[in-house]
């Protein structure tokens, strides 16, 4: 059974930094790919950063140069080390786990899991 756990969100003032975690079990940790959502109130889920099994990263605009993705693959965890926080980040942050698997009639496909999410407040 598959497990992804969120955690380190909270309360942080305006210019602040938080670390979430992504805890995960039951996969084959290196081989999947990491990503970040989030959704703010009345807003559609947004995909904040991604990082491969080999490493490579993506962000959204508004997070770039701000938001670091990394992972560990001796913990099976994920990072999103979040810098220089501002109100327009505050969300519910949800960790996503894209596990590829081979079919020999279908060819590469791809498992989702994904967490409970935790909470991102940004506020003075």
């Known amino acids: 059974q598959v497990h992804v756990v969120e955690s380190g969100g909270g309360l942080v003032q305006p210019g602040g930094s938080l670390r979430l975690s992504c805890a995960a079990s039951?996969?084959?940790?290196?081989?999947?790919?990491i990503l970040w959502y989030r959704r703010a109130s009345g807003n559609d889920r947004e995909l904040v950063a991604r990082?491969?099994?080999?490493?490579?990263?993506n962000y959204t605009d508004s997070v770039k140069g701000r938001f670091t993705i990394s992972r560990d693959d001796t913990r099976d965890t994920g990072y999103l080390l979040m810098n220089g926080l501002t109100p327009e980040d505050t969300a519910k942050y949800y960790c996503?786990?894209?596990?590829?698997?081979?079919?020999?009639?279908?060819?590469?496909?791809?498992?989702?899991?994904w967490g409970q999410g935790t909470q991102v407040t940004v506020s003075s």
């Open positions: 996503s786990l894209k596990v590829p698997r081979w079919e020999t009639l279908r060819g590469w496909r791809f498992d989702e899991y």
């Open positions: 039951g996969i084959i940790f290196s081989d999947s790919s």
């Open positions: 990082i491969s099994g080999d490493g490579k990263t």
